[in-house]
């Protein structure tokens, strides 16, 4: 036998076999958030990244220029191309855009028997808004049928309508969130102050809400800090991770995300997935 034909043959077809989400999100024309971020941070889980993009824009370091919604049945068609070929073990949402199309992602999540992890993207790093408020409102439904949804102080405040400012308040609005149907609810303490980022974990059945404490690095370069969170969550449920230590893990591994983070652009710059602090 020669060389070439031993099993370290380099012409071998040697496949491997990972899990596989689905991310129904936005598309970033600056790279950093959005489905951008979604695939890269499946990839450095060993998931295998799909999409359906909801809409795409035009947007970079300094902001959101242009925002334009794909048409809703062609958004179902891209979700029923993936769900009926791959075998999808977790679901992830970002930004949903318009009424219409939140309202055809809850039907798809109210349908899929596997976990979904709702982020509800409304309003970019840069302070542009990225939901119309018909598509807020909207939103009951799906949180309804969310495994865990991911809102940042200032949606949480909107989607539980009271003010999110403090540790204590984020409690509550975790608490709203699980009590409106959702089984575990993250309120993100980014956006809250304090020299540590305290995020806070709901979940149903369990008495009292968790908090999840991280350092917090000094920059203002976070663009896709909760695209690359919920992805990592999402990633860490199709690989067979339970719920609360998925949440940890991946809140932990955002430091690294954060502080190694890319000097690109004239403007903040954007998280980076692959470099996470595990």
Known sequence: MTERDSDDDPRDYDPIEPPVALAIAG???????????DLKTMTVHGVFGTSAITATTAQNTRGVSDVAPVDVEHLERQCEAVLEDFDVAAVKTG???????????TERAREYEGPVVVDPVMVAATGDRLLSESAEEAYEGLIAEATLVTPNADEAAV????DVDDVES?????????AAGADAALVKGGHLGGDRIVDTLAIADEPDPIRIESPRVETDATHGSGCTL???VAARLARGETLRPAV????????????????VGEGPGAVNPTRLDR
């Open 27 to 37: 598309s970033d024309s600056g790279g950093g958030a959005g489905i951008q971020a």
């Open 248 to 263: 940890e893990a991946a809140t932990r591994e955002m430091t690294g995300a954060v502080r190694h983070g890319y000097d």
């Open 170 to 178: 984020a409690a509550d609005a975790a608490r709203d969130l699980v």
């Open 159 to 162: 989607l539980t309508d009271r």
């Open 95 to 105: 930004m949903l855009a318009t009424a219409g199309i939140v309202e055809a992602v």
């Open 230 to 232: 919920s992805s990592a």
